[in-house]
């Protein structure tokens, strides 16, 4: 079927009648305020356990926060504890998560409690990792599983679409990342009906998971940077090299990912790969400081804070920290996601360049160094527009970005990505 014939053929596809869509409300309802409250569980309990390990406990023994020392036994320790989950505990926290993307097969119930200790101690121990990955995976096995048992009549597959995309929501405050990673795996899907009937109930739950994260964390991503004013010549020109330049140097990590994974590998014991991993984690964030541990998130509100707080070499030195931070955190075993790291080191690069350009504006800097960061880790292109994009409100970035896109998608589609098969061996 040729191209043409294939979109006359979807365009002409039966809409969905609406009884047929009503009976999914209730349970995209369901998925999405439980996908946001376990998602804001763990998180809390993160928090918790991290004001413990950084604020608590050196203050009792005496000892600076963010020493040396003390980062370099915390990171360790962090090793040892998830090493002792992955080891010990039923389920083994899952599958190699060097080996997963946002998207995964449900996996058994047993092996969830093992997975959110082990990401939950991530969280507070400070390696390069986000929640999003271990927390999909949980939402995705927790609707199945219960799904299938006391709704038999829809499929397993609708329960995995509905908590994937409610917990983008929650994870992103807002449905409209969901929609759009939603909307980019349908694309290579043939879709019985119309597309926003497919996207009726993913999008119900991650409004729903949206709301509820809104109304119990109150979560904002906007940097609050000075302002772009109206686009010229110059901020295309640079929009067009930073996002290029920054998708280069996220290959680099792409094409060392196998690498580093591989040399932990060969460790052959959780125990062994992950200390080593935590105490490498250590000498990097001695080495970037205390930025460059931990998600990222919360640490890019601070970068973004005061742009002109650190020099040209200090953005980056943390740029190549942080990278090189997430290979180790993503190859050990460490159970987490890229995206929020790869936000920081995108944010990073982007004021390196504004530090090192003064005319080059702040929030075009950040914003293009993430999109084209995110597209070279993730290769979810609207997931790194909408997120470079909604860092920076302001109404003429949007253009800018889809312009600097171009490029960066060329300089890495069609190559690896940083995903592994099981043999080690890089997805393409």
């Not at 460490?334 to 080191?345: M, Y």
């Not at 982007?350 to 914003?367: D, E, I, N, Q, S």
């Amino acid at each position: 079927m040729t191209h043409d014939a294939a979109r006359q053929a979807h365009a002409s596809a039966p809409a969905t009648p609406a009884r047929a869509l009503l009976p999914l409300i209730v349970p995209a309802l369901v998925v999405g305020v439980a996908a946001s409250l376990l998602f804001l569980g763990v998180s809390a309990l993160a928090e918790k356990l991290q004001g413990v390990l950084w604020n608590g406990l050196p203050e009792s023994l005496g000892v600076g926060r963010y020493s040396v020392v003390w980062m370099l036994v915390v990171l360790t320790a962090t090793g040892v504890l998830v090493g002792l989950v992955v080891w010990k505990v039923p389920g083994h926290a899952g599958p190699d998560p060097a080996t997963l993307g946002l998207s995964a097969p449900p996996v058994a119930p047993a092996v969830l409690p093992g997975l959110l200790v082990a990401t939950a101690l991530m969280l507070a121990g400070g390696p390069s990792l986000g929640p999003e990955n271990p927390i999909i995976a949980t939402n995705i096995a927790l609707a199945f599983w219960l799904g299938r048992r006391f709704a038999p009549g829809l499929s397993g597959g609708l329960w995995a679409v509905l908590a994937e995309a409610a917990t983008l929501g929650a994870l992103f405050g807002t449905p409209v990342a969901a929609a759009l990673v939603i909307s980019e795996a349908f694309a290579g899907q043939r879709l019985e009906g119309k597309l926003w009937d497919n996207l009726f109930a993913p999008l119900t739950a991650a409004a729903t998971g949206a709301t509820t994260t809104a109304l119990v964390a109150h979560p904002a991503f906007d940097l609050h940077l000075p302002p772009l004013g109206p686009p010229d010549g110059g901020n295309v020109l640079a929009a067009l090299v930073i996002a290029s330049a920054a998708a280069l140097l996220g290959m680099a990590a792409v094409y060392a990912f196998p690498y580093v994974h591989g040399a932990f590998s060969r460790l052959g014991h959780p125990m062994l790969a992950l200390p080593l991993g935590g105490l490498v984690l250590g000498l990097l964030g001695a080495l970037g400081g205390h930025l460059t541990l931990f998600k990222g998130l919360d640490e890019v509100g601070e970068l973004a804070g005061n742009p002109e707080g650190w020099s040209a070499g200090q953005f980056a030195t943390m740029t190549v920290v942080k990278l090189a931070a997430l290979v180790v955190a993503a190859s050990c075993g460490f159970r987490g996601g890229r995206i929020f790291p790869a936000v920081f080191i995108g944010a990073a690069f982007g004021l390196f360049a504004h530090a090192l350009v003064p005319a080059v504006p702040a929030a075009l800097g950040v914003a293009a160094g993430v999109l084209g960061m995110l597209l070279a880790i993730t290769r979810q292109g609207w997931l790194s527009l909408f997120t470079a994009a909604v860092l920076v409100a302001s109404p003429t970035i949007l253009a800018l970005l889809c312009i600097a896109t171009l490029p960066a998608w060329l300089l890495v589609t069609g190559r690896p990505q940083m995903q592994l098969h099981h043999d080690g061996t890089a997805v393409r």
